[in-house]
């Protein structure tokens, strides 16, 4: 098994930025996304953004141009350690909320390929 672990989380105001982190506990035998999401309470878990092994990205329409996914292990999962990046910047309130990391990939050679979770990190945007 594989835990991921998200850091960076907190309070900040309208306007600020935040760096979030999320670290696999375990070389991956290959990593096919990274990703992104977002739930608040009561509502569906939403994809924030999305990465592929060519480093393609994906984001929602609402945060384009204020955040960036970067991942050291994107494409051949050999890092002892797989760690995924999200730099958010203009932050505003609508972006409360908690976010979690993903890791799309295979543990093994002969794993099957899943999805795996973050428990999630809060972000707070208040002024």
């Known amino acids: 098994q594989v835990q991921l672990v998200e850091s960076g989380g907190g309070v900040v105001e309208p306007g600020g930025s935040l760096r979030l982190s999320c670290v696999a506990s375990?070389?991956?035998?290959?990593?096919?996304?990274m990703a992104w999401y977002r739930q608040a309470p009561g509502k569906e878990r939403e994809l924030v953004t999305i990465?592929?092994?060519?480093?393609?990205?994906?984001?929602?329409?609402?945060?384009k141009g204020r955040f960036t996914i970067s991942g050291d292990d994107a494409n051949t999962g050999v890092a002892a350690q797989p760690t995924v990046i999200l730099h958010m910047n203009r932050l505003e309130p609508e972006d409360t909320d908690v976010y979690y990391c993903?890791?799309?990939?295979?543990?093994?050679?002969?794993?099957?390929?899943?999805?795996?979770w973050g428990k999630g990190t809060l972000v707070v945007v208040s002024a």
């Open positions: 993903s890791i799309g990939g295979w543990l093994t050679e002969t794993a099957g390929r899943r999805d795996y």
């Open positions: 375990r070389r991956f035998f290959g990593i096919a996304t």
């Open positions: 990465m592929d092994t060519l480093s393609f990205t994906n984001y929602t329409e609402s945060v």
